[in-house]
């Protein structure tokens, strides 16, 4: 029979190692993150869509309708206020926000009316009600409305509180970065 003394001996050697490990792994997991979001990998931690990994397919070929994508935000008032209310978050975007998960639903040439709910060119938009206060009670402003000019997009959610184009208007569609494709998501 091993003593105590002994056992203590024998897995001593073993224990730095062991507690080396979380070490290792809170300072590799923030540098795996950083390096993975250069490359292509995202990590979504918003209401918008589902929660977790995600990555930036790059896009071959004009934005269409129905295409899910990462969008950066435009340097503007309603994103400025965005920011302080917590709605968006700061990022690697030029215009400092962290890029957005969108659905675009309508592009240039299409009419958008925003009231209750959201049309375009005359057809109710699915899960597009308006909120007209946010989770805090602050009152949102909804976009007016109108044609997508060239080169815009409007981007939607289905997920109710999602702050989107309903309350932004569209996006330059330049600032589209790629296909958003899930890895390894949770929709609450």
């Known amino acids: 029979m091993i003593s105590v003394r002994a056992s203590s001996a024998i897995w001593a050697p073993l224990r730095r190692p062991l507690l080396l ?3 290792v792994i809170i300072l590799t997991v923030p540098v795996g993150l950083l390096a993975g979001g250069l490359v292509g990998f995202r990590v979504n ?6 929660l977790g990994l995600w990555y930036v397919q790059p896009l071959k070929r004009p934005v269409a309708v ?15 206020l965005a920011r302080e209310r ?16 969108k659905t675009i639903v309508a592009t240039a040439g299409h009419r958008v009316d925003v ?10 938009l699915a899960h597009s009600t308006l909120l007209r206060r946010d989770g805090k009670g602050r009152t949102l402003t909804a976009y007016t409305g109108g044609m997508i000019s060239a080169g815009e997009v409007f981007v939607h959610s289905s997920f109710a ?4 184009s309903r309350y932004f208007g569209p996006v330059p569609a330049p600032g589209i970065l790629g296909l958003a494709e899930e890895v390894l998501t949770y929709a609450p």
């Open 66 to 80: 129905g295409d899910r994508v990462f969008v950066c935000p435009p340097q503007s008032k309603a994103m400025h």
């Open 21 to 23: 490990l979380p070490t």
């Open 45 to 50: 931690l918003t209401p918008s869509e589902p």
């Open 86 to 101: 917590g709605y968006l978050r700061g990022g690697l975007c030029p215009s400092g926000y962290a890029p957005l998960i």
């Open 115 to 124: 009231d209750r709910v959201v049309a375009i060119d005359g057809v109710t």
């Open 161 to 164: 509180g999602s702050y989107d």
